[in-house]
């Protein structure tokens, strides 16, 4: 399965492959970790490698080349090991790996402080940490999630934030700490301002249409939902994604609300187009703290007036220009939610085009991939961490 090393080089240096591990599948949802390491994949090699799965076989390491040109590495290991034995295999599935495919320099990228028992022994010419969600706060969240994250703090030459609220919970713990909020290709979601053709799962149901795409988990307002459900009979509401660490069988059940499951990123378009609202019916707790919703510029793009409830990195900057409505009890959402219905959009959605004009997941890998190479570089003629560049608030430039 080894792969021939590209001919990728900046200047007289060879570009260093690059090593993930992460705690989210490739080919689960697709978000802010496919968008920044497909675009990764194109001038180098990277491998992505997954949280193990456990079941009945033998221990094995499934390698796959996804179609965006990632190395995606999924550890199977048996059920009933103790947590030592897990580490050491997933230890030795990584180093066989690397060996396999020659991977000699390269960098490596956490998305999450869990790998750390595995991965302290490598040797990469930098440590970048892409903290996307606050994890610790998120349900089911390792014990030791905190500890291993102070260790890849004090690992890391790089780090990078998911939203500004991260940024600033993280900024004073590293000494180039970077918020870089999620993107969006607005090309591909603008295509739902058009005519296109309509799920057949979503075909029979009537207009009004109010939609959410995304993770149906403990971060949704489920109350809420049901609320707006039940105070407007006459509104369907679509909500697209898999059900995860909940309990489906806790999920309202009215005939105005219509789970249809997970769809692909290239089908989202399609849904979207025929949606009259979009929404974001987030809780207020925890694990939405620091959440910077990659949906709010995708369904901006889409051109649908979006209702959120008051995320703080939904309010700024969205709500405070007034992008989007912001709205938490459900009185105030259903209100929200009929202003939206009459949006006068031939005023609004100028401004929401010149507000994404600037954004782009091109734009968001180029940053990072700068400072990345940057902090491998000063590895490589062995200038002192403590001289990288002080940290960048992205929200001002």
Same mark, same amino acid.
């Given at each position: 399965?080894?792969?021939?090393?590209?001919?990728?080089?900046?200047?007289?240096?060879?570009?260093? $492959?690059?090593?993930?591990?992460?705690?989210?599948?490739?080919?689960?949802?697709?978000?802010?970790?496919?968008?920044?390491?497909?675009?990764?994949?194109?001038?180098?090699?990277?491998?992505?490698?997954?949280?193990?799965?456990?079941?009945?076989?033998?221990?094995?390491?499934?390698?796959?080349?996804?179609?965006?040109?990632?190395?995606?590495?999924?550890?199977?290991? *048996?059920?009933?090991?103790?947590?030592?034995? %897990?580490? &050491?295999?997933?230890?030795?599935?990584?180093?066989?790996?690397?060996?396999?495919? +020659?991977?000699?320099?390269?960098?490596?990228?956490?998305?999450?402080?869990?790998?750390?028992?595995?991965?302290?022994?490598?040797?990469?010419?930098?440590?970048?940490? $892409?903290?996307?969600?606050?994890?610790?706060?998120?349900? @089911?969240?390792?014990? +030791?999630?905190?500890?291993?994250?102070?260790?890849?703090?004090?690992?890391?030459?790089?780090?990078?934030?998911?939203?500004?609220?991260?940024?600033?919970?993280?900024? $004073?713990?590293?000494?180039?700490?970077?918020?870089? *909020?999620?993107? %969006?290709?607005? !090309?591909?979601?603008?295509?739902?301002?058009?005519?296109?053709?309509?799920?057949?799962?979503? !075909?029979?149901?009537?207009?009004?249409?109010?939609?959410?795409?995304?993770?149906?988990?403990?971060?949704?307002?489920?109350?809420?939902?049901?609320?707006?459900?039940?105070?407007?009979?006459?509104?369907?509401?679509?909500?697209?994604?898999?059900?995860?660490?909940?309990?489906?069988?806790?999920?309202?059940?009215?005939?105005?609300?219509?789970?249809?499951?997970?769809?692909?990123?290239?089908?989202?378009?399609?849904?979207?187009? @025929?949606? $009259?609202?979009?929404?974001?019916?987030?809780?207020?707790?925890?694990?939405?703290?620091?959440?910077?919703?990659?949906?709010?510029?995708?369904?901006? !793009?889409?051109?649908?007036? %979006?209702?959120?409830?008051?995320?703080?990195?939904? %309010?700024? *900057?969205?709500?405070?220009?007034?992008?989007?409505?912001? +709205?938490?009890?459900?009185?105030?959402?259903?209100?929200?939610?009929?202003?939206?219905?009459?949006?006068?959009? &031939?005023?609004?959605?100028?401004?929401?085009?010149?507000?994404?004009?600037?954004?782009?997941?091109?734009?968001?890998?180029?940053?990072?991939?700068?400072?990345?190479?940057?902090?491998?570089?000063?590895?490589?003629?062995?200038?002192?961490?403590?001289?990288?560049?002080?940290?960048?608030?992205?929200?001002?430039?």
């Amino acid at each position: 399965m080894t792969t021939q090393l590209s001919n990728n080089v900046v200047g007289t240096h060879q570009l260093p $492959d690059l090593v993930c591990l992460s705690h989210l599948r490739w080919n689960f949802v697709f978000q802010r970790p496919q968008h920044l390491l497909s675009r990764f994949a194109r001038e180098r090699r990277v491998f992505f490698y997954e949280e193990p799965l456990f079941g009945q076989s033998r221990p094995r390491l499934h390698v796959t080349r996804s179609p965006e040109g990632v190395w995606v590495a999924v550890p199977h290991l *048996p059920e009933g090991l103790e947590a030592e034995q %897990v580490v &050491a295999l997933q230890q030795q599935m990584l180093d066989e790996l690397l060996h396999e495919h +020659a991977v000699h320099h390269y960098v490596s990228w956490y998305y999450t402080p869990m790998a750390l028992p595995f991965t302290r022994h490598l040797q990469p010419r930098a440590v970048a940490y $892409d903290c996307m969600d606050e994890l610790s706060a998120f349900r @089911g969240a390792p014990p +030791a999630l905190l500890r291993y994250e102070i260790e890849l703090l004090q690992r890391a030459h790089v780090v990078f934030t998911g939203g500004q609220s991260l940024y600033e919970a993280k900024r $004073d713990r590293h000494h180039s700490v970077h918020a870089f *909020p999620s993107s %969006v290709d607005v !090309a591909h979601f603008a295509t739902a301002r058009g005519a296109l053709r309509e799920p057949a799962d979503q !075909a029979a149901i009537p207009h009004p249409r109010l939609g959410f795409f995304g993770v149906v988990d403990e971060r949704m307002d489920l109350a809420l939902l049901e609320a707006v459900a039940h105070a407007r009979p006459d509104w369907q509401l679509i909500i697209i994604g898999p059900v995860v660490k909940i309990d489906p069988a806790t999920l309202p059940r009215r005939p105005n609300l219509h789970f249809l499951g997970g769809k692909l990123y290239t089908e989202l378009p399609a849904y979207l187009a @025929g949606w $009259d609202v979009a929404l974001l019916p987030f809780a207020r707790n925890e694990s939405t703290r620091f959440i910077s919703p990659t949906k709010t510029p995708e369904y901006l !793009a889409a051109g649908k007036p %979006v209702v959120s409830t008051s995320i703080r990195d939904v %309010v700024r *900057p969205y709500g405070e220009l007034g992008l989007v409505r912001i +709205a938490d009890t459900p009185e105030d959402f259903v209100r929200a939610c009929e202003a939206a219905l009459a949006e006068d959009r &031939a005023a609004w959605l100028p401004r929401v085009d010149e507000y994404l004009a600037e954004m782009s997941w091109d734009n968001t890998w180029s940053g990072m991939k700068a400072l990345l190479d940057a902090a491998s570089m000063r590895r490589e003629v062995g200038e002192r961490p403590e001289s990288a560049a002080t940290p960048v608030d992205m929200a001002t430039i």
